[in-house]
């Protein structure tokens, strides 16, 4: 079994967090889901849990920041095209989100990106390898 990845998010509302993410097309795991926790899928082998704050807290000494107010993480998710950047960012906004900054396009990666519902970032790209200029794909290596 390869690797996979859990990315831990405390949510204050975990009805309406799992509300805001459906709109935007993600699906949970019932058999990781209960009234404290839910197992968002973002990819074969990408998860994000989505913990209450009473149940993040089970699981670390440190008080538990506040994501409106400082940065924890910033989390990044590629998509297929540009137009999958803006599309998820506008039915992240239509759901309740946020914007926190204009698109960025840099020629062969675009990127824009929203706050959810707690304040947490969530950095959207397109890269297009065949648009990097070859010292740009050789900086890359």
């Not at 197992?39 to 149940?55: H, S, Y």
């Not at 397109?126 to 648009?131: C, F, I, K, L, T």
Request: glycine share 6%.
């Amino acid at each position: 079994m390869g690797t996979k990845i859990f990315v831990n998010l405390p949510v204050k509302h975990l009805g309406k967090s799992v509300e805001f993410f459906t709109k935007l097309g993600f699906e949970f795991n019932p058999q990781f889901t209960d009234e404290t926790a839910t197992c968002m899928i973002v990819a074969e082998d990408i998860f994000v849990m989505l913990l209450t704050e009473e149940k993040f807290k089970l699981f670390t000494p440190k008080k538990i920041c506040d994501a409106t107010q400082s940065t924890e993480v910033l989390v990044c998710l590629s998509r297929e095209s540009r137009e999958k950047v803006d599309e998820m960012v506008r039915s992240a906004v239509a759901a309740g989100g946020a914007t926190y900054n204009e698109p960025q396009d840099h020629g062969f990666m675009y990127g824009h990106g929203f706050q959810d519902l707690d304040g947490h970032i969530w950095e959207l790209i397109h890269m297009d390898p065949s648009a990097m200029t070859p010292d740009e794909r050789n900086d890359n290596k």
